[in-house]
Nanobody, 119 residues
Framework: QVQLVESGGGLVQPGGSLRLSCAVSGRVSSIYVMGWYRQAPGRQRELVATITSGDITNYADSVKGRFTISLDNVKNTAYLQMSSLKTEDTAVYYC?????????????WGQGTQVTVSS
């Protein structure tokens, strides 16, 4: 079965950088969307960035120009490079993989990793 394991979270000062990783195992489809979401206390989960199997990226306006999503298909790992971090970026970050099979799409989620931006 498909599993996603996240790592790389931690405490960073405003203006700092952090890279999150999402390692994928199991059988995956050729057509997919990989994404990063985040959830702050008292708030709903929100989209941060996505990348498709066709290498099309999409970013939330709040992170555009600061965050970069990427894939390493050799290591089967997705990354979220975060720069110029703000206190508003503090949240639990979740990796998401949507596999598109003929006639059906299936979502998988990582366990979440805490990112805290504070001085």
């Amino acid at each position: 079965q498909v599993q996603l394991v996240e790592s790389g979270g931690g405490l960073v000062q405003p203006g700092g950088s952090l890279r999150l990783s999402c390692a994928v195992s199991g059988r995956v489809s050729s057509i997919y969307v990989m994404g990063w979401y985040r959830q702050a206390p008292g708030r709903q989960r929100e989209l941060v960035a996505t990348i498709t199997s066709g290498d099309i990226t999409n970013y939330a306006d709040s992170v555009k120009g600061r965050f970069t999503i990427s894939l390493d298909n050799v290591k089967n790992t997705a990354y979220l490079q975060m720069s110029s971090l703000k206190t508003e970026d503090t949240a639990v970050y979740y990796c998401n993989l949507q596999l598109k099979w003929p006639g059906v799409s299936i979502d998988y989620w990582g366990q979440g990793t805490q990112v805290t931006v504070s001085s």
